[in-house]
């Protein structure tokens, strides 16, 4: 296969991509909001997901982003170690962020964290992000997930005492939750990631709360238990959709984990805003792809 060919063709499934990812909310989400909005006791709270509804309406009839915030672009990457040329992997995904801003168009979010300094195109130093794992099999596959700034800014790292064990997990999430308050958009999916050390701890919790459908179960029986307990617990604090009261705070809680080490029990909090954007494209050794949700 000619590198040029399969540049093209990761670049092409790329903008596709991104751009279904910020127009259109996947079916699970939107599945979540509606059961949301039936189950909801809280006036208030109802007109907030109707308005959050008839915006992911709007956003598919204009063919428009739902969010004026279009966020950083992450890739979680999944690569054959049977595909073609890993080589060209990183110039095309870099590429189509810089296209899809201004034929979508995204709005411009990376800054120089010490100047200010804003490219125009979002891209930056280290921006877009790529998370690569390498897989059996000749075929590339990634996910798009453009990440905003409001729910990111109320992540969370804890290091309670390992001794403390289920019950200091279950006190930082509530924590995290009571003090974000409004400000990541409820309502939310929490992710939440234990072990590993610092930054695995985040990581695990960003995949989690960005990647894993909702609706899903988790694998880990004591795992699924404790997510059904927090997702009462969370909805039982009276935030709401959008912070103005009722029981529409989390749409879900998603957990994952790392073996630690025994002086440490790192958890990471990560949230994802209602607008939960992501899109997965398939690539094959050939250069055809597909893009779905």
């Known amino acids: 296969m000619n590198n040029r060919i399969l540049e093209e063709a990761i670049e092409k499934a790329a903008i596709e991509a991104i751009a279904k990812a910020v127009i ?12 949301a909005f039936n189950n909801e006791v809280s006036e208030a709270s109802r007109l907030q997901i109707k308005a959050i509804l008839k915006n992911i309406e709007l956003a598919e009839k204009m063919k428009m982003p739902l969010c004026q915030d279009t966020g950083i672009i992450m890739y979680y990457v999944r690569v054959g170690y049977e595909f073609p040329s890993f080589k060209v992997i ?6 189509a962020v810089k296209i899809a801003t201004n034929t979508i168009p995204l709005r411009p979010n990376t800054v120089h964290p010490f100047t200010g300094e804003n490219p125009g195109n979002n891209i930056g130093r280290y921006i877009p992000y790529i998370n690569i794992e390498f897989i059996d099999g000749d075929e590339l596959e990634f996910t798009v997930v453009p990440k905003g700034g409001g729910s990111e800014y109320v992540s969370v790292l804890k290091m309670p005492p390992p001794g403390e064990g289920v019950r200091a997990i279950k006190k930082a999430v509530v924590d995290a939750v009571l003090r974000a308050g409004s400000i990541p958009c409820p309502p939310t999916v929490v992710g939440v990631g234990i072990g590993g050390g610092s930054d695995i701890a985040l990581h695990l919790a960003k995949k989690a709360a960005c ?6 179960s988790n694998p ?15 909805n039982e604090l009276g935030i709401g959709a959008m912070g103005v009261g009722g029981r529409s705070t989390v749409l879900a809680v998603h957990i994952d984990y790392a073996h630690r080490h025994p002086a440490t029990l790192p958890i990471g909090i990560v949230f994802q805003c209602w ?3 992501r899109a997965t494209a398939r690539i094959s050794r050939d250069g055809s792809f597909k893009v779905f949700q």
């Open 24 to 35: 259109y909310i996947p079916p699970d989400v939107k599945k979540a909001l509606i059961e």
């Open 90 to 95: 990183e110039k095309s995904l870099v590429n």
């Open 275 to 277: 607008a939960i954007r």
């Open 220 to 234: 880990d029986p004591v795992l699924d238990k404790l997510e059904k307990e927090l997702y009462e617990a969370l």
């Open 211 to 216: 990647l894993r459908k909702l609706g899903s």
